[in-house]
């Protein structure tokens, strides 16, 4: 009895093992059928992980990717892995707040920029007390552009450019607001260029495709020793290396010159361009004399001799016998009038024929004057020092005149000169001090005006 009972059971418990394998088995494999069922037309999914593992570069270009949905059949990924690569499309880094700009207006201060773009007067006191670099903003040129930078409605950067290598920076993100002007990075580059006089300078320098500036410059640093409306001849030449600045490849500016030559009348005149040990620059001749002497020649920078000095000259208007005791250039209404020297500003106003007039006195025994003007340079008033080359006033008619034209005159102890022929006393050399600086400095530029010069005349040669 209890043997066969023992072999009952047996069986019996097999039997349930058997039953719940196959249970536990057909719970798995019915959920895949009745998947592979419902899918058995549509085109295999890869699960999330494949597809992560195929986006490509060239997959991200070609637009937005979808990530796979998950569904409750798939396998859950290990919390090992690495999350998935974020998609760059659609989680964009935020570009950096963007400089705005505001042209400045003629008659515009900051304060008032600054109130049109809504800032209280307590931001233009922040402003202005960033230090001294700041008061740069009391002197804004019309037509340029004033530059800030905010974040939200607080202001934290502003940006001036004072010329075209200069720029001023005020940063307001520090407890400590501060203010400082930076250099541009400018590149300088050397140029050369020839040409041929055969009506004027001006246009010889265009010819040769030098600017109007250095064209001007170049009249400037010969007008002593060479008057532009007398001594010039077709045939005449020169010859010029200077420079251009350059900001990121591109041109901004003209720079100076720094070596010429100038061929008038068969006399050759040489100059170099040499800054002393004190930052001072000038121009010189090869031997080291001041190309500058202590007066100019010219009041303007381009001139046209209309009437020369002449004690018996035939007055335009009375007709009658009159003294010229000066030059007359014609030019146009409006032509800035240069002082030919240093000097003291001893009448500015009108005096009789001679209409708008600027006298000028030049230590104890020159006077220069200056007639017939339009008006008069704002900076010139009676009593002030002006500089050589200064802009004092402007060509006009004014007085007895016939035409715009100004009225030069030169005088020594009160006695009137011919302007055109008086000698001129000269400037300071180079210092006996700097003569071997100035030999080394300017070494370079002789040699080269030789080689340029060498080939100007190959050139000419028949």
Not at 55 to 76: E, K
Not at 79 to 108: F, H, M, Q, Y
Request: aromatic content about 8%; cysteine-free; overall charge positive.
């Amino acid at each position: 009895m209890a043997a066969r009972s023992n072999r009952g059971k047996l069986p019996r418990r097999l039997t349930l093992l058997i039953l719940a394998s196959a249970i536990v088995a057909l719970g798995i494999l019915l959920p895949i059928l009745m998947n592979w069922t419902d899918n058995s037309d549509q085109p295999v999914q890869p699960s999330g992980r494949y597809q992560q593992s195929l986006l490509t570069p060239d997959s991200q270009d070609a637009g937005p990717q979808l990530t796979p949905a998950y569904s409750p059949g798939d396998t859950p990924l290990p919390d090992t892995l690495p999350p998935p690569t974020p998609n760059l499309v659609d989680d964009p880094i935020a570009d950096p707040p963007a400089w705005r700009s505001e042209r400045i207006k003629p008659g515009d201060s900051f304060a008032t920029i600054m109130k049109r773009l809504g800032y209280a007067p307590s931001v233009v006191a922040q402003v202005m007390n960033s230090g001294p670099h700041a008061e740069q903003l009391k002197h804004l040129k019309p037509n340029h552009q004033l530059q800030w930078l905010d974040q939200g409605e607080k202001l934290e950067k502003i940006r001036y450019n004072i010329n075209r290598t200069t720029r001023l920076d005020i940063d307001l993100t520090s407890d400590l607001p501060s203010a400082q002007t930076i250099e541009l990075p400018v590149e300088v580059r050397f140029q050369h260029t020839s040409g041929e006089i055969n009506s004027s300078l001006y246009l010889a320098g265009k010819a040769a495709g030098l600017a109007d500036a250095l064209t001007m410059e170049l009249a400037n640093i010969f007008g002593w020793d060479i008057d532009f409306t007398l001594d010039l001849r077709k045939g005449d030449h020169f010859i010029v290396i200077y420079s251009e600045l350059f900001l990121d490849g591109k041109k901004i500016d003209n720079g100076k010159i720094f070596a010429a030559e100038l061929t008038a009348n068969g006399r050759k005149f040489r100059a170099v361009r040499y800054e002393n040990e004190a930052g001072e620059a000038d121009y010189y001749a090869p031997s080291g004399a001041s190309m500058r002497k202590a007066f100019s020649r010219n009041p303007l920078p381009i001139t046209r001799v209309t009437s020369r000095f002449n004690p018996n000259r035939l007055h335009p208007i009375f007709k009658t016998r009159r003294p010229h005791r000066g030059v007359d250039y014609g030019a146009a209404s409006g032509t800035p009038v240069r002082s030919t020297g240093d000097g003291k500003v001893i009448f500015r106003g009108k005096k009789g024929g001679y209409g708008n007039t600027v006298i000028i006195q030049h230590g104890q025994r020159y006077t220069t004057l200056y007639a017939h003007l339009k008006n008069f340079a704002r900076s010139v008033k009676l009593g002030s020092w002006v500089k050589q080359g200064k802009t004092i006033a402007y060509v006009g008619q004014s007085g007895w005149a016939t035409g715009p034209h100004l009225h030069y005159e030169f005088r020594e102890n009160g006695v009137h000169k011919n302007p055109l022929t008086v000698k001129l006393p000269p400037a300071k050399p180079v210092a006996k001090k700097e003569q071997q600086r100035f030999a080394a400095s300017t070494e370079t530029y002789l040699t080269q005006l030789d080689q340029l010069a060498t080939q100007q005349l190959a050139t000419r040669s028949p």
